[in-house]
């Protein structure tokens, strides 16, 4: 399995400001996955980051709304820019197992948009 | 692309009585499913994966039942209790390596 740490787990900004997750792998991964989930909802994959490569983005989102770093095979950090109101919601970064099947996730943070 | 249509969205028993969910998915070539439970302000656990054509899996409480040809893939909670309550989704790896959700359910077990 592969453990994810994710920060922050809460935050609260306001509109029109920007923040920073970061998710730290417990061994080096290929792919993170980032994903988002509205209140009691399914989880919407937002973007996919192999290191040292741009995220390839799903429709919906984009670079300049969430850009994503990669640096290495155990990092990588999701912003999101001038937040709103429906940005509000749960962030999980994600990443495969050794067998390359299993899904694992971070702890999530819940982004609170005023 | 892959679509996955979980039922029901929401479902509420007793204790003791058995919940079955059930997700059916588009792309025959998906070769991976998998069963997460979501407690309330908690993140995802992995229940269960299973990949075989037709594959029965057993785990401490539930059944997990894949029908590749008829791409069905189900859980079944045996006996459910207070414990259970909590949000399950179920997840694809279709044929393009990349995992798709179930809506989810909403399971509420009443003592």
């Known amino acids: 399995s592969v453990l994810l740490y994710q920060k922050p787990n809460r935050d609260i900004c306001q509109s029109g400001t920007s923040l920073k997750i970061q998710c730290v792998a417990d061994?080096?991964?290929?792919?993170m996955f980032w994903y988002q989930q509205f209140q009691e909802q399914s989880l919407m994959l937002m973007a996919t980051?192999?290191?040292?490569?741009?995220?390839?983005?799903e429709s919906g989102f984009t670079k300049d709304k969430f850009p994503i770093s990669r640096p290495n095979l155990t990092f990588s950090t999701l912003t999101v820019n001038n937040a709103r109101p429906g940005d509000s919601s749960i962030y999980f970064c994600?990443?495969?197992?050794?067998?390359?099947?299993?899904?694992?996730f971070g702890s999530g943070t819940r982004l609170t948009v005023l | 692309g892959e679509q996955v249509e979980q039922r029901p969205p929401h479902l509420s028993v007793r204790e003791g009585d058995s919940a079955v969910i059930t997700c059916t998915y588009t792309?025959?070539?998906?070769?991976?499913f998998f069963w997460y439970k979501q407690e309330p302000g908690a993140s995802l656990q992995l229940l269960m994966k299973?990949?075989?054509?037709?594959e029965i899996n057993e785990g401490q409480g539930f059944t997990v039942l894949l029908n590749k040809k008829d791409k069905r893939l189900s859980l079944n909670l045996t006996a459910a209790h207070p414990g259970d309550s909590a949000a399950y989704f179920c997840?694809?790896?279709?044929?393009?390596?990349?995992?798709?959700f179930g809506d989810g359910t909403q399971l509420v077990v009443k003592p």
């Open positions: 994600s990443s495969r197992g050794q067998t390359a099947e299993t899904l694992y």
């Open positions: 061994s080096q991964v290929v792919s």
């Open positions: 980051a192999n290191e040292g490569s741009e995220a390839t983005y």
């Open positions: 792309d025959p070539n998906s070769y991976y």
């Open positions: 299973v990949f075989s054509s037709t």
């Open positions: 997840a694809v790896l279709n044929s393009n390596n990349r995992i798709f």
